[in-house]
C-alpha cells in the first residue's frame, strides 16, 4: 500500500536517521523525479558494515542552510552514472522539476558513521548540511558526506588554479610517482576497497574486485610507467626552411565528474592521464557513492605530501544537489570538463561549456545492439546479452540491451533466455551464489519499471525473474519480445537489467534497427562468417563494435558517437581532451 506524500519537514525537526539516508539516496540521482513511492522503514547501522576510508570527524549541530531553488540546474553526477550514474526516464514520461534530497545538520546524537569532508588542497573543508550514503542492498546508511554548494566548488577550483603552474613546471618524472604512488597506498588497502565496493555501489565481489578496484588499480600503474615522450608529438623535423616541433600542454585545471556505477574505475580514467599531462583536478563524484573516490583522493593527498608537490593539484567536493557539479562546468578557472553519466546532463554540460570554449570529453548514454546473424553460436550469443542481467544488473554503458535476431533463430534464442531467467539468484552482493544485484537507488528502480510497463503498454510480452528480495533496490532481471524498433523500451536506456529480443529478416533490417536510436556508443555483431560480420560492422553507427566478443582493448579509444558523447578515453587518446597542441618553429640551421 502506497503511504499519501507528506509535507516537508520544518527546519526546526529534526529528521530520523534511516529515513533521510533513504531518501537522499533515491532523491539524489533525481533530474528528472517522479513521485515518491512507499516510504522505507528505518533500519539502525550494523557495526559490521564498512564506514568508508576517511577520517571521522563528528561535528556540533549546525543550522539549516537555506533550500535552494527546485528550478536549479541539474547537478552533472546527479545523473550521471554509467557509467552511467543515473539515466534519464523514457521519453514517455514528462520532465518534472528537480527534486532535492532532505538534508540534516551533522549531530552527534545521530551520525554513528564516518563523516566524509571535502578536500581542498589537502585540507577538509567541512558544510553545514550533509547526506547519508546507503547500502543498495541492505538499505542501511554506511557514511555521512558533505553537502556541497557553489562556495565549495568555487574554493576547489581556487586551489586547482593556484597550484596550476607548480603542478604543471613539476618534472613528469615527479607527477609519475605520485599517481603510482597513490596505486601502491590503495593497493595496501585493497581488501577494504573491495569491501566498500560492495557496499557503496551494490556490485558482486567478483565485479568488485575484478572492475571496482583492481581495474582502477592497473590504470594507476599504467599511467605512473608512461614515458614522457607522450606529451611530445612527432612532426616533420625541417620543412621550408622552418625546424618545428609539437608538444602537448595542460589545459590548466580539470574538472572529473564521475558515474555511480564504476566510480573509481572511472575517475582513475579521468584524474591519472590529467595528472600525468600536467593538469591539477578537482574530482565531483557521483553521490549515491563517492566513498571509493574519496579514497581516492585521499591517497593522492598523500602522495603529493610524499613528493613535496604541490597540495592544490588534487581536490575533492562532494554534493547531493546541483550546485557542486554547475559551479565546476561555469567557473572561468577550469579549462575542461570530463564527465561520464547521462547524455540529458552531458547535453546541459556541453550548452553551459560553449561561452568558456571549455575542451569536454563526455562519455554518456548508450543502448547497445547485438546483432545475430543467422549462422551465429547461439551458445557465444546467450552468455553476451545475460550480461545484462549478471553483471551489475546492467549498470553499464557497453550493455547490449537490444538483440536484434535473424528470425530462423528467434524463437531458439528467447527459449534459452528465459531457462537461463529462471536460473538466476537475486541476492546479496555478498553472497557467491548471487547472480543478479540490486540497482544504486530507489529512483532508479522505479525508471526500470516504468520503461518495462511501458514495454507492456505497448504490446510487448514480459519475462522476470522470480524469487526477488522484499528489501533492496532490485528489479527483476527482465526479458522483453514482441515489441518493435520504434517503442520507447528499444529506444532508451534503461541502465537496468533489462533485455529486448526483436527478429530480422535480413542483414539491411538488422543494421537499420540497430542504427535507428539516438545513440552510437558500443554494439556487437555475431556470425560464423567474418567476412560478413565485418560488413554488417562496418555499417553500424557505434564507435565501438566487437564481433563475437563483447570485450574491449584498454588501449584503443573509448567514446561515442551521436547523443553517446564527445571524445576519446582508452590507452593514451584521454591526452587529446586534457592537452592543447603547440607548434613551435625557428630557422633551421
Same mark, same amino acid.
Given at each position: 500500500?502506497? !503511504? +499519501?506524500? *507528506? $509535507?516537508?519537514?520544518? #527546519?526546526?525537526?529534526? /529528521?530520523?536517521?534511516? &529515513?533521510? @539516508?533513504? %531518501? =537522499?539516496?533515491?532523491?539524489?540521482?533525481?533530474?528528472?523525479?517522479?513521485?515518491?513511492?512507499?516510504?522505507?522503514?528505518?533500519?539502525?547501522?550494523?557495526?559490521?558494515?564498512?564506514?568508508?576510508?576517511?577520517?571521522?570527524?563528528?561535528?556540533?549541530? !549546525? +543550522?539549516? *542552510? $537555506?533550500?535552494?531553488? #527546485?528550478?536549479?540546474? /541539474?547537478?552533472?553526477? &546527479?545523473? @550521471?552514472? %554509467? =557509467?552511467?550514474?543515473?539515466?534519464?526516464?523514457?521519453?514517455?514520461?514528462?520532465?518534472?522539476?528537480?527534486?532535492?534530497?532532505?538534508?540534516?545538520?551533522?549531530?552527534?546524537?545521530?551520525?554513528?558513521?564516518?563523516?566524509?569532508?571535502?578536500?581542498?588542497?589537502?585540507?577538509?573543508?567541512?558544510?553545514?548540511?550533509?547526506?547519508?550514503?546507503?547500502?543498495?542492498?541492505?538499505?542501511?546508511?554506511?557514511?555521512?558526506?558533505?553537502?556541497?554548494?557553489?562556495?565549495?566548488?568555487?574554493?576547489?577550483?581556487?586551489?586547482?588554479?593556484?597550484?596550476?603552474?607548480?603542478?604543471?613546471?613539476?618534472?613528469?618524472?615527479?607527477?609519475?610517482?605520485?599517481?603510482?604512488?597513490?596505486?601502491?597506498?590503495?593497493?595496501?588497502?585493497?581488501?577494504?576497497?573491495?569491501?566498500?565496493?560492495?557496499?557503496?555501489?551494490?556490485?558482486?565481489?567478483?565485479?568488485?574486485?575484478?572492475?571496482?578496484?583492481?581495474?582502477?588499480?592497473?590504470?594507476?600503474?599504467?599511467?605512473?610507467?608512461?614515458?614522457?615522450?607522450?606529451?611530445?608529438?612527432?612532426?616533420?623535423?625541417?620543412?621550408?626552411?622552418?625546424?618545428?616541433?609539437?608538444?602537448?600542454?595542460?589545459?590548466?585545471?580539470?574538472?572529473?565528474?564521475?558515474?555511480?556505477?564504476?566510480?573509481?574505475?572511472?575517475?582513475?580514467?579521468?584524474?591519472?592521464?590529467?595528472?600525468?599531462?600536467?593538469?591539477?583536478?578537482?574530482?565531483?563524484?557521483?553521490?549515491?557513492?563517492?566513498?571509493?573516490?574519496?579514497?581516492?583522493?585521499?591517497?593522492?593527498?598523500?602522495?603529493?605530501?610524499?613528493?613535496?608537490?604541490?597540495?592544490?593539484?588534487?581536490?575533492?567536493?562532494?554534493?547531493?544537489?546541483?550546485?557542486?557539479?554547475?559551479?565546476?562546468?561555469?567557473?572561468?578557472?577550469?579549462?575542461?570538463?570530463?564527465?561520464?553519466?547521462?547524455?540529458?546532463?552531458?547535453?546541459?554540460?556541453?550548452?553551459?561549456?560553449?561561452?568558456?570554449?571549455?575542451?569536454?570529453?563526455?562519455?554518456?548514454?548508450?543502448?547497445?545492439?547485438?546483432?545475430?546473424?543467422?549462422?551465429?553460436?547461439?551458445?557465444?550469443?546467450?552468455?553476451?546479452?545475460?550480461?545484462?542481467?549478471?553483471?551489475?544488473?546492467?549498470?553499464?554503458?557497453?550493455?547490449?540491451?537490444?538483440?536484434?535476431?535473424?528470425?530462423?533463430?528467434?524463437?531458439?534464442?528467447?527459449?534459452?533466455?528465459?531457462?537461463?531467467?529462471?536460473?538466476?539468484?537475486?541476492?546479496?552482493?555478498?553472497?557467491?551464489?548471487?547472480?543478479?544485484?540490486?540497482?544504486?537507488?530507489?529512483?532508479?528502480?522505479?525508471?526500470?519499471?516504468?520503461?518495462?510497463?511501458?514495454?507492456?503498454?505497448?504490446?510487448?510480452?514480459?519475462?522476470?525473474?522470480?524469487?526477488?528480495?522484499?528489501?533492496?533496490?532490485?528489479?527483476?532481471?527482465?526479458?522483453?519480445?514482441?515489441?518493435?524498433?520504434?517503442?520507447?523500451?528499444?529506444?532508451?536506456?534503461?541502465?537496468?537489467?533489462?533485455?529486448?529480443?526483436?527478429?530480422?529478416?535480413?542483414?539491411?533490417?538488422?543494421?537499420?534497427?540497430?542504427?535507428?536510436?539516438?545513440?552510437?556508443?558500443?554494439?556487437?555483431?555475431?556470425?560464423?562468417?567474418?567476412?560478413?560480420?565485418?560488413?554488417?560492422?562496418?555499417?553500424?553507427?557505434?564507435?565501438?563494435?566487437?564481433?563475437?566478443?563483447?570485450?574491449?582493448?584498454?588501449?584503443?579509444?573509448?567514446?561515442?558517437?551521436?547523443?553517446?558523447?564527445?571524445?576519446?578515453?582508452?590507452?593514451?587518446?584521454?591526452?587529446?581532451?586534457?592537452?592543447?597542441?603547440?607548434?613551435?618553429?625557428?630557422?633551421?640551421?
Amino acid at each position: 500500500m502506497r !503511504r +499519501p506524500h *507528506r $509535507a516537508p519537514r520544518r #527546519r526546526d525537526q529534526v /529528521p530520523r536517521l534511516g &529515513r533521510t @539516508g533513504r %531518501r =537522499a539516496r533515491a532523491a539524489a540521482d533525481r533530474c528528472d523525479p517522479r513521485p515518491r513511492g512507499a516510504r522505507p522503514v528505518p533500519r539502525q547501522v550494523p557495526a559490521r558494515l564498512p564506514h568508508g576510508l576517511g577520517r571521522p570527524a563528528p561535528e556540533a549541530a !549546525r +543550522p539549516r *542552510r $537555506a533550500r535552494p531553488s #527546485r528550478r536549479a540546474r /541539474p547537478d552533472p553526477a &546527479r545523473v @550521471g552514472g %554509467r =557509467a552511467h550514474g543515473g539515466r534519464g526516464p523514457a521519453r514517455r514520461r514528462p520532465p518534472q522539476r528537480p527534486h532535492r534530497p532532505r538534508l540534516h545538520p551533522i549531530r552527534e546524537s545521530l551520525v554513528t558513521t564516518t563523516t566524509h569532508h571535502h578536500l581542498i588542497a589537502g585540507d577538509p573543508l567541512s558544510t553545514a548540511t550533509t547526506y547519508d550514503v546507503t547500502d543498495p542492498y541492505t538499505e542501511q546508511v554506511i557514511a555521512v558526506v558533505a553537502d556541497g554548494d557553489r562556495t565549495a566548488a568555487d574554493a576547489a577550483a581556487a586551489a586547482a588554479a593556484a597550484a596550476r603552474d607548480a603542478w604543471a613546471a613539476t618534472p613528469v618524472e615527479t607527477r609519475r610517482r605520485v599517481i603510482g604512488r597513490a596505486g601502491e597506498l590503495l593497493e595496501d588497502r585493497r581488501d577494504e576497497l573491495v569491501d566498500l565496493a560492495i557496499a557503496d555501489t551494490g556490485a558482486r565481489r567478483a565485479v568488485a574486485e575484478e572492475t571496482q578496484v583492481d581495474a582502477a588499480l592497473a590504470r594507476l600503474r599504467h599511467w605512473s610507467t608512461r614515458s614522457a615522450d607522450l606529451l611530445t608529438v612527432p612532426a616533420k623535423p625541417v620543412a621550408a626552411g622552418l625546424a618545428g616541433t609539437v608538444t602537448r600542454t595542460p589545459v590548466g585545471v580539470v574538472g572529473c565528474i564521475s558515474p555511480y556505477n564504476f566510480p573509481l574505475l572511472a575517475m582513475v580514467g579521468k584524474v591519472a592521464p590529467a595528472l600525468f599531462a600536467g593538469n591539477t583536478v578537482v574530482m565531483k563524484p557521483a553521490p549515491q557513492d563517492p566513498l571509493l573516490v574519496i579514497a581516492l583522493t585521499e591517497a593522492l593527498n598523500a602522495a603529493l605530501r610524499a613528493e613535496g608537490a604541490p597540495a592544490g593539484a588534487v581536490n575533492l567536493v562532494t554534493g547531493a544537489g546541483a550546485e557542486p557539479g554547475a559551479a565546476l562546468v561555469d567557473h572561468p578557472e577550469v579549462g575542461a570538463i570530463s564527465f561520464t553519466g547521462s547524455t540529458a546532463v552531458g547535453t546541459e554540460i556541453y550548452r553551459s561549456a560553449a561561452p568558456g570554449m571549455k575542451r569536454l570529453l563526455l562519455e554518456l548514454g548508450g543502448k547497445g545492439a547485438l546483432v545475430v546473424r543467422a549462422d551465429a553460436d547461439l551458445d557465444a550469443v546467450v552468455a553476451a546479452a545475460t550480461r545484462a542481467w549478471t553483471v551489475h544488473s546492467g549498470q553499464i554503458c557497453l550493455t547490449p540491451s537490444r538483440v536484434i535476431v535473424d528470425a530462423s533463430l528467434h524463437d531458439e534464442l528467447v527459449g534459452r533466455l528465459r531457462t537461463t531467467l529462471g536460473g538466476l539468484v537475486h541476492g546479496d552482493p555478498r553472497d557467491p551464489a548471487t547472480t543478479t544485484v540490486p540497482l544504486i537507488s530507489e529512483v532508479q528502480r522505479d525508471r526500470v519499471a516504468a520503461l518495462v510497463a511501458g514495454a507492456r503498454a505497448d504490446g510487448g510480452t514480459v519475462h522476470t525473474a522470480a524469487n526477488v528480495p522484499d528489501h533492496g533496490y532490485f528489479h527483476p532481471a527482465t526479458l522483453v519480445t514482441g515489441v518493435g524498433p520504434e517503442t520507447t523500451v528499444m529506444q532508451e536506456e534503461a541502465f537496468g537489467p533489462v533485455v529486448c529480443v526483436t527478429p530480422t529478416s535480413s542483414d539491411d533490417e538488422a543494421v537499420a534497427i540497430a542504427n535507428s536510436t539516438r545513440y552510437g556508443l558500443t554494439d556487437q555483431v555475431y556470425s560464423r562468417d567474418l567476412d560478413a560480420a565485418r560488413r554488417v560492422a562496418d555499417r553500424l553507427a557505434a564507435a565501438q563494435v566487437g564481433i563475437n566478443t563483447c570485450a574491449r582493448r584498454g588501449d584503443l579509444p573509448f567514446g561515442g558517437t551521436k547523443a553517446s558523447g564527445l571524445g576519446r578515453s582508452g590507452g593514451t587518446y584521454a591526452l587529446d581532451s586534457y592537452t592543447e597542441l603547440r607548434a613551435t618553429v625557428h630557422p633551421a640551421g
